[in-house]
């Protein structure tokens, strides 16, 4: 089975400071994993995946992940945060045809 | 390009009362999902779709039923509601199994009272 932890349910940073969401997964196979970000009263939007090959993944609007395997970790950065950043980020994983989601991290950007 | 599409975006249900949610997508994907979000609880999966024909349950299927006639629509059923599914349901599309994303609708936010 797998599953998803994300630490840290809010997140508080500066602006211009740097982003790291923490996401570590639990799978018997190999994973995909995904980076999804939720802006308020919107669905979920793709921010990022990884699936094979380069472990260091970038993705839209300045954020990337890495993906160690020998961590089972697929954290979140972004080097310098922007207002426009804050929202709701979730972690997801799959291996077949269910995906499984972390409980989300609120990131909060203080001007 | 409208992706997945849901209706309504909001509704307030009487305790008893059933309704359908409706959740329709235009790329042709054969895969389909309903969540529901309830807060600091992330995303619980109620029931999926491989294709037209064929659902399953997912985790919390519990005063919920689906169908699946065909591969644009996916409606997602509430029998007798309960205050208990006050959430916001979203509904969720992926084209094939492994590395390819699911596509999110906007949500429905229902109110059982």
């Known amino acids: 089975a797998q599953s998803v932890t994300q630490l840290g349910s809010h997140v508080s940073v500066s602006e211009g400071a740097l982003v790291l969401l923490r996401c570590n997964y639990s799978s018997s196979v190999p994973p995909y994993l995904f980076w999804y970000v939720q802006y308020p009263n919107q669905g979920l939007q793709l921010l990022l995946k990884?699936?094979?090959?380069?472990?260091l993944v970038k993705g839209i609007n300045g954020f990337e992940a890495e993906f160690k395997k020998s961590e089972t970790s697929f954290h979140l950065t972004k080097p310098s945060a922007h207002m426009s950043d804050a929202a709701e980020y979730f972690c997801a994983v799959t291996t077949g045809n269910q995906f499984y989601f972390g409980t989300g991290t609120s990131l909060t950007v203080i001007p | 390009n409208a992706g997945v599409t849901q209706t309504p975006k909001f509704r307030i249900l009487k305790i008893g009362q059933s309704m359908t949610l409706q959740c329709t997508q235009d790329m042709n994907h054969n895969y389909m999902y309903w969540y529901r979000q309830d807060p600091g609880m992330g995303l619980k999966l109620i029931y999926y779709?491989?294709?037209?024909?064929?659902?399953d349950k997912g985790e919390v299927p519990n005063g919920y039923n689906v169908s699946r006639s065909t591969t644009e629509d996916f409606p997602l059923r509430l029998e007798l509601a309960a205050p208990s599914q006050t959430s916001v349901y979203f509904c969720a599309s992926v084209g094939g199994l492994g590395n390819q994303p699911q596509h999110f609708g906007d949500g429905t936010r229902l109110s059982i009272l």
């Open positions: 990884y699936t094979t090959g380069a472990t």
């Open positions: 779709s491989v294709g037209a024909g064929i659902t």
